[in-house]
């Protein structure tokens, strides 16, 4: 019984050990895990016993992946889908494709990602990033800036929320108070093609320009979302309604582009992001409207880390122009 048990659990080790992908240094070093990604001369690695590992693609002997991924050879050729790749000799790989195999040197792929399934089940991502400063000195000041971001995908539908709290006060006079929420559900109809409805709300205690509601809905289209980041284009028609700290209020059409652009660079350890929106109403209540955001995320563990972010808000034309800059550091969580 003892022996049968054991033999199972062997079985069960080499089962999942022939799964695994292989990486094979020049030290002669040997790694299993789950290939990533490659880009920007980094393999990343993802190990049940070191979490994601980048290695230097040229430190690399050889590696092993039974299953498909797509590859890039040279930075301006096409990317062509792989059904696995085989150890070869010192510098090599073996490049399966339904046309048959070949041996490749490593130094003339520039990129691998792993294909990222159309229908999931259930994937759930975001980030949370806070900037906190207080300083007590002749005249005291407190700065928080705190801003969330989520998404979760199950089969053709998507759901993003988003949100920020903003607060500066320098000696009791406080110069900036304001927080906004946004939540967007997406229906795809292919890999790229997809509609999106949303709804959003802002709310200023300093500007001129108290609250913003806005209800838009219109297509959009994903350019790319996989282990090296994601872009979608959205068009939207948008309801506002703009309520105004002397008590007045508008109500207009109008038609926008947001935008969602992130890539990771160096093996995931550099973000690099810009979202936002540029809108112009259909009865020129306002000549346009733009809210953007553009920053880096450096990664300090699997987790956590640093980011540096600038935030510009204009509204033009309307009763209460809005025009802020707003530069931002603090540390950030992701999952």
Do not use: C
């Not at 006079?173 to 559900?185: D, E, I, R, W």
């Not at 699997?302 to 209460?320: C, I, M, R, V």
């Amino acid at each position: 019984m003892r022996f049968r048990l054991l033999s199972s659990l062997a079985l069960l080790s080499l089962a999942s050990f022939a799964h695994a992908d292989t990486v094979w240094l020049k030290n002669g070093d040997r790694l299993t895990g789950t290939i990533k990604l490659l880009d920007s001369k980094k393999l990343l690695l993802q190990t049940e016993y070191g979490g994601n590992i980048p290695l230097s693609w040229d430190k690399i002997k050889t590696l092993q992946r039974d299953k498909p991924v797509i590859v890039q050879r040279g930075k301006y050729e096409p990317d062509f889908p792989v059904e696995s790749l085989k150890p070869a000799d010192d510098g090599q790989v073996v490049v399966s494709t339904a046309d048959g195999q070949q041996t490749v040197p490593l130094a003339s792929i520039t990129q691998i990602v792993p294909p990222r399934p159309f229908l999931r089940d259930f994937a759930w991502k975001g980030n949370i990033d806070a900037g906190l400063d207080y300083i007590s000195s002749s005249q005291d000041s407190e700065k928080y800036d705190i801003d969330f971001k989520t998404q979760a995908r199950h089969g053709m539908w998507r759901h993003n929320a988003n949100g920020s709290y903003d607060r500066y006060k320098t000696d009791d006079v406080v110069s900036t108070s304001k927080y906004g929420l946004q939540y967007a559900l997406d229906r795809f109809f292919d890999e790229k093609f997809f509609w999106q409805g949303r709804a959003e709300y802002k709310r200023d205690w300093i500007q001129d320009l108290a609250k913003q509601r806005t209800l838009g809905t219109g297509p959009g289209y994903q350019f790319w979302d996989n282990e090296l980041g994601a872009f979608s284009l959205t068009g939207l028609l948008n309801h506002n309604r703009y309520e105004y700290s002397d008590g007045g209020s508008d109500q207009f059409l109008s038609a926008s582009v947001k935008w969602d652009y992130n890539r990771y660079l160096y093996g995931q350890t550099i973000q690099f992001f810009t979202n936002g929106e540029l809108g112009r109403p259909l009865d020129n209540t306002a000549n346009f409207t733009f809210d953007g955001d553009v920053g880096l995320r450096y990664k300090v563990t699997n987790w956590a880390s640093l980011n540096l972010k600038a935030s510009k808000e204009l509204t033009s034309g309307a009763e209460g122009n809005v025009n802020q800059t707003e530069y931002t550091a603090g540390v950030g969580v992701s999952w």
